[in-house]
């Protein structure tokens, strides 16, 4: 067995972290895991890639096209990640809510249409399960944690080998700050996942 997942996000949404939770949830699973994390520009804003790869894998990085499912955290990036490392027919989990770069909240370019980019994400993913996951985590009131509930949205997509409760025992093992908050956070994007529907 061996599963390719992308984390694609801008530094500060917490890639590097999800992909450390995701990472020790599958070895608490008796998986083999590599993880490996790929910086753009050294600050927050930055493009950050994360790459967890799970079973029968040898290496940390993820080959171009190998991808079997993208977690995007912003949309721009997500579309990066799906045109350089999403195998045909992959999976794109996606949030919705843009993090503008200061080109374009200065005016001098204009961000992408998020549906444009779902399209354009089509072209290559067997599905895209698109939701402003943005607004998971203020409803709970704790807009810090986009990154936990995005991983609720994976588990309860049926695409991993080993079940949610491995990844609440990571997030206990990691966020040892604001821990019963982050399950919250963990547990509602689980519940999301019920009610995504991939994208048209």
């Given at each position: 067995m061996e599963l390719n997942i992308i984390i694609a996000g801008v530094g500060g949404q917490g890639n590097v972290r999800a992909a450390q939770?995701?990472?020790?949830?599958?070895?608490?699973?008796?998986?083999?895991?590599?993880?490996?994390?790929?910086?753009g520009i050294s600050q927050r804003g930055g493009a950050v890639v994360s790459h967890v790869r799970i079973g029968d894998v040898h290496g940390p990085?993820?080959?171009?096209?190998?991808?079997?499912?993208?977690?995007?955290?912003?949309?721009m990036e997500a579309l990066r990640a799906v045109a350089?490392?999403?195998?045909?027919?992959?999976?794109?989990i996606l949030n919705t809510r843009p993090i503008y770069p200061i080109e374009v909240t200065?005016?001098?370019?204009?961000?992408?249409?998020?549906?444009?980019?779902?399209?354009?994400?089509?072209?290559?993913?067997?599905s895209v399960i698109a939701l402003d996951a943005m607004k998971?985590?203020?409803?709970?009131?704790?807009?810090?944690?986009l990154n936990i509930a995005m991983l609720g949205l994976l588990a309860g997509s049926g695409l991993l080998p080993f079940?949610?409760?491995?990844?609440?025992?990571?997030?206990?093992?990691?966020?040892?700050?604001?821990?019963?908050?982050?399950?919250?956070?963990?547990?509602?994007?689980?519940?999301?996942?019920t009610f995504a529907r991939p994208s048209l």
């Open positions: 939770i995701l990472g020790l949830a599958a070895v608490k699973a008796g998986f083999n895991v590599n993880v490996s994390d790929v910086y990085l993820v080959e171009e096209h190998k991808a079997d499912i993208i977690l995007g955290l912003e949309p350089r490392f999403l195998k045909m027919g992959g999976v794109v200065t005016g001098r370019a204009n961000y992408p249409d998020v549906n444009e980019m779902i399209k354009m994400m089509k072209e290559v993913a067997s998971i985590v203020e409803e709970e009131g704790f807009p810090i944690a079940k949610p409760d491995f990844i609440e025992e990571a997030i206990k093992e990691v966020l040892t700050f604001m821990t019963e908050k982050n399950i919250r956070a963990f547990r509602a994007g689980l519940k999301a996942s």
